[in-house]
């Protein structure tokens, strides 16, 4: 099993270290897939996570100038490995100026991914900052938990409107409720609503669009309202934290089942699974 | 007149020349401010001669800091500080003469006590390494706040490696994230190390300090000695002598030989990762490997050294390590007594009669 890459480009090291931060906001721990073509975080639905789970992938050769991985079978061409996104982001937090950012698992004490920095000094040598991240080495049997979760058979599917405006509007409910209603139609309406014993606010969204899914209900009535209820802070939890900058932000809700977010970036995409309160 | 304050307990000012003093209530970290009377625009020392000799108070930190607080806005509204010990009175006085004619006067309260020093040498230790602040503190921000210690040491090229000390937990492959940094030889201005020498010392005093030294643009000079006797801090210009002491962890021999948190010897090269090696980079790993990682060697352990009672003997000043229970906060380890007898333990107050307005600082902790 190995796995070496580098990056020395700025703006990629940039978008990646952003693409980082937005994981280390929405898991503790993850697991992070390698393939030859692709890395994935994900964040499979454990009850100890509140049954949230996320999925985010993103095509190594947009971010690395130097990616060689060898996986351990030749049939199993991959690397599954568990992590805290926290260090990660921690270790590419001071590399914003690097000149080159290796990224290796090793296996020195404990099998670590070794993030190493080459930082301009004023010296004549760069000063080489190294992060040994630990890492747990996930065997092929438990592959398997690590599928990537299937779109589910929707009610609605709709754009999200600007996310900006969606968090400020998330984070004053926050404060009055710990759940929040998502509702959408067919027609590109969205309402956010908290209801309590003293208030309730609804903030509604309209003309937003709505995909075209090739296998979405058709038959369903334009106006009327699929809902789900959430928690609100995993919702502004994926709100506050995401970093990318989505050029495409949509929702899908299953009526009291579940809210699935897609974030599409050029060359990222962060799938977020909210399921609904009873 | 900046006053780079962010330690912790007390001041002492003793003139012919003013000097701020702290101590940490653990007393594993002693910082020293020396201003020559060149400091100040004026400096007069005191009136009639019974207030000429050496006066030493001690005041709140949190009260002193507290007149500074806010720099920024200190620094566009106030014109001259002011400062007057008035012993008589038991007041040590602040004013800060404003724009606009205002002006603040602040009335400490303050307790005569006595000298407060550490007793090191920085002659007495064997490596020493000067660099500008600026290194030190772009090399300091790639570890985490939080992080309690940093250990020190040199690695191989004559490089000077910084990395974020461990604590072992027993058997269990760490799961912290370990950085490591090197600073070629030429960033420094000086370097004089015994090879293969490594202290570990605590961050956030270092980091108070560095924060100090890069606003004053000055460069920092570390001594150091073995593992365990105390660390030294030194800034110093014309008029302005700093100190700052710390604490170092104790390190026993046995410690030296495994590949352990502190082992300088199996430190990996740094050329390593950029000569890229086929070998480095082939390691082969399989899932077993995990298992095979609990192996991990016995953790550096502090010696339970039979305590040596505090004011015994001038030349045992430096360290007393006591046994460190496993899983004890980071800071108890640093149990170091540097402090000769110059301090009566837990003494009361020179003045008895005087009002204590103050609480005696040794019950913050």
């Known amino acids: 099993m190995r796995f070496r890459a580098k990056i020395v480009d700025l703006a990629c090291l940039n978008h990646f270290s952003r693409v980082i931060n937005t994981i280390a906001k929405l898991a503790k721990t993850c697991t992070l897939r390698l393939t030859v073509s692709k890395l994935y975080f994900i964040l499979s639905d454990k009850v100890a996570n509140g049954g949230v789970s996320m999925w985010c992938e993103l095509c190594q050769g947009n971010f690395f100038d130097e990616f060689q991985m060898e996986g351990v079978a030749a049939e199993h061409n991959e690397i599954y490995l568990e992590l805290v996104p926290e260090n990660l982001a921690r270790a590419l937090k001071t590399a914003q100026s690097a000149k080159a950012v290796k990224i290796k698992l090793t296996n020195k004490h404990c099998p670590c991914l070794r993030v190493a920095v080459e930082l301009p000094s004023l010296s004549s040598s760069s000063r080489i900052v190294t992060h040994d991240i630990p890492v747990g080495v996930i065997p092929r049997r438990l592959w398997n938990d690590f599928r990537e979760p299937s779109v589910p058979d929707f009610d609605v599917s709709i754009y999200l409107p600007v996310l900006k405006t969606m968090k400020s509007v998330v984070e004053r409910m926050k404060n009055l409720s710990n759940s929040i209603v998502i509702e959408a139609n067919l027609n590109g309406e969205m309402n956010l609503k908290i209801e309590t014993d003293l208030v309730s606010v609804t903030t509604h969204f309209k003309d937003l669009g709505n995909p075209p899914w090739s296998n979405s209900a058709q038959d369903r009535d334009l106006e009327s309202m699929a809902e789900a209820r959430i928690d609100i802070k995993k919702l502004q939890q994926l709100l506050a934290g995401q970093q990318v900058n989505p050029t495409k932000a949509l929702c899908n809700i299953v009526s009291k089942r579940i809210v699935h977010f897609i974030l599409l970036h050029e060359d990222v995409s962060l799938q977020y699974f909210i399921p609904a309160l009873a | ?365």
């Open chain 2, 1 to 365: 007149m900046a006053e780079g304050g962010v330690r912790q307990c007390q001041h002492c000012a003793v003139p012919p020349q003013l000097s701020l003093r702290t101590v940490n209530s653990s007393r594993s970290a002693f910082a020293s401010f020396l201003f020559a009377p060149l400091f100040f625009q004026l400096y007069e020392a005191g009136g009639p001669p019974p207030d000429r000799e050496l006066f030493r108070c001690k005041v709140l930190m949190k009260s002193f800091l507290g007149v500074f607080r806010s720099l920024p806005s200190l620094e566009k509204t106030v014109g001259k500080c002011l400062i007057l010990l008035k012993p008589r009175a038991s007041r040590l006085v602040v004013q800060l003469h404003c724009k606009y004619g205002v002006t603040k006067t602040h009335n400490l309260a303050f307790q005569e006590c006595e000298r407060l020093q550490a007793i090191f040498d920085t002659q007495r230790c064997t490596s020493s390494l000067c660099a500008p602040a600026r290194v030190l503190a772009e090399a300091v921000v790639h570890f985490p706040p939080t992080l309690a210690e940093v250990t020190l040491g040199t690695g191989p090229g004559g490089k000077i490696s910084l990395r974020n000390y461990v604590e072992d937990e027993a058997g269990e492959p760490s799961k912290t994230m370990v950085t490591e940094l090197w600073l070629a030889k030429d960033e420094f201005e000086t370097v004089a190390i015994t090879p293969g020498s490594h202290i570990t010392f605590c961050l956030k005093e270092f980091r108070g300090l560095l924060t100090f030294a890069e606003a004053s643009n000055l460069p920092l000079t570390i001594h150091y000695d073995a593992p365990g006797r105390p660390v030294i801090f030194t800034l110093a210009d014309a008029v302005l002598e700093v100190h700052l002491v710390l604490a170092t962890l104790s390190d026993p021999e046995s410690s030296l030989q495994p590949p352990t948190a502190n082992g300088v010897s199996h430190l990996p090269t740094p050329s390593e990762d950029f000569t890229d090696d086929l070998e480095s980079y082939m390691i082969a790993m399989e899932t077993s490997a995990y298992e095979e990682g609990s192996g991990v060697p016995p953790s550096p352990t502090f010696p339970l050294c039979t305590p040596h009672p505090a004011e015994s003997d001038p030349e045992e000043e430096e360290e007393e390590e006591e046994g460190a229970v496993p899983g004890t906060p980071p800071h108890k380890k640093f149990r170091s007594l540097f402090f000769g007898s110059v301090l009566t333990p837990g003494g009361p107050s020179p003045a008895p009669t005087q009002e204590v307005l103050a609480e005696d600082s040794e019950e913050e902790s």
